[in-house]
């Protein structure tokens, strides 16, 4: 029950494939290692299967990194220059505040943190009035870690544009169980392998609209296997943002399960999952003494039941859980005391239950009885 984090397996077909790619490459002189695949062709397989994933036009769109949080020191820093104005959200992750506070700190950028309900929403209402004349770029979280609830991300960056700002999103709990559609929506996605993309954990990336390469410096540098010639990195993708050498065995993870998503159809992915979460909030409802933070609506709430109850320390429910009935959950701040400050949930934290399609009903019901117990 932490799907949150780190999605607990990739699929026997997935773990089948790379341990197949590690026997091939162990032979370096072949210059071939899955599928007869180099690494290069690996990495196109990853980025069409991520392009169609994420509906992206162009696959050299899709970049490779160690995941969101170096895409978001990337992005953020490569983009953002002195004097511009950052809008966020009331719930983001670590992964997103400590980058823009960063460069808040050194007197880059201003940023603002939009308030959010207590259920993690932000009010899209005056929405407009947040924006100042050198308001640069929105970056939401498509959905809280914290409390699951889901933003109005098309609404939001539609008035971002209006305003000429530039959009990122972080897709850490939506990507692979959320349909996701890139072009007309964001100009940059950022997404991370190990949760529903059901890949290795270091791997993950972000995707970029057509012409926002321009838009933005490398943040990193160094070589790419091309144009070696000049000292100056390439600008051509996705060179431009990939220097050193590849993760390939991260990146044929979410090839394989990124065509395994799309071979299940996202939609019932999110369809189960939905369901789950709504099941779970039932249970919890009938649990006497427990709060349950977040929106109460598992259509607009990512796989994730966060709650606490007046005068028990998440921490040890989380170990009574775990230790006394075998219950993997995580409770406390999860990198993002944003979300936390607006749930009324901070310092103390939360115990918080994340599910994957995988997960059974009974799974559910064993879990709340457990709850239900230590209370
Ligand atoms: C909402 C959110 N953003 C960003 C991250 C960080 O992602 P990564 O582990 O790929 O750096 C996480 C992971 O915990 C997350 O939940």
């Given at each position: ?71 978001m020191?990337?992005v953020l820093?490569g983009l953002l220059k002195?004097g511009d104005h950052v809008l966020a959200s009331?719930?983001e992750?670590?992964?997103v505040?400590?980058?823009l506070?960063?460069l ?5 950028i201003e940023a603002d943190y939009l ?7 932000i009010?899209t209402?005056g929405l407009s009035r947040a924006f100042l004349p050198n308001t640069r770029l929105m970056v939401l ?10 933003q109005p991300v098309r609404e939001c960056f539609a008035i971002a544009k209006e305003h000429g700002a530039f959009t990122v999103l972080d ?13 007309g929506v964001t100009d940059v996605l ?18 970029l609209s057509?012409g926002m390469?321009?838009r933005m ?159």
């Amino acid at each position: 029950m932490n799907y949150a984090a780190t999605s607990p397996r990739t699929s026997p077909a997935v773990t089948e494939g790379l341990v197949c790619h590690l026997r091939q490459s162990m032979n370096l002189s072949a210059g071939r290692n899955f599928e007869g695949l180099d690494d290069g062709a690996i990495a196109l397989r990853a980025r069409r299967v991520l392009a169609h994933l994420f509906n992206v036009s162009a696959p050299e769109r899709v970049i490779f990194t160690s995941g969101i949080t170096a895409s978001m020191n990337m992005v953020l820093n490569g983009l953002l220059k002195e004097g511009d104005h950052v809008l966020a959200s009331g719930v983001e992750h670590n992964a997103v505040a400590r980058p823009l506070e960063a460069l808040r700190r050194k007197g880059v950028i201003e940023a603002d943190y939009l308030p959010c309900g207590a259920d993690g929403v932000i009010s899209t209402q005056g929405l407009s009035r947040a924006f100042l004349p050198n308001t640069r770029l929105m970056v939401l979280t498509h959905a809280s870690n914290v409390l699951g609830s889901v933003q109005p991300v098309r609404e939001c960056f539609a008035i971002a544009k209006e305003h000429g700002a530039f959009t990122v999103l972080d897709s850490a709990q939506t990507a692979g169980v959320f349909p996701l559609s890139m072009d007309g929506v964001t100009d940059v996605l950022a997404f991370t392998g190990h949760k529903g993309l059901r890949g290795l954990a270091g791997i993950g990336g972000f995707a970029l609209s057509e012409g926002m390469s321009e838009r933005m410096a490398p943040w990193i540098s160094g070589g790419t296997g091309s144009a070696s010639q000049s000292l100056e990195q390439p600008d051509f993708l996705p060179d431009k943002f990939e220097p050193g050498t590849p993760n390939t065995l991260g990146i044929l993870s979410l090839a394989l399960s990124a065509e395994e998503i799309l071979s299940i159809g996202v939609g019932s992915i999110r369809a189960r999952e939905a369901a789950l979460t709504a099941k779970f909030i039932c249970l919890c409802r009938s649990i006497p003494g427990l709060r349950i933070h977040g929106t109460a609506d598992a259509s607009r709430s990512a796989a994730i039941v966060s709650v606490d109850s007046p005068g028990a320390d998440v921490g040890v429910m989380a170990a009574r859980l775990y230790y006394e009935h075998g219950v993997i959950t995580r409770s406390g701040l999860h990198c993002s005391p944003l979300a936390h400050k607006t749930a009324g949930t901070f310092p103390h934290g939360t115990l918080r239950f994340s599910f994957g399609a995988d997960t059974t009903e009974d799974e559910l019901l064993y879990a709340a009885e457990a709850l239900k117990k230590i209370l």
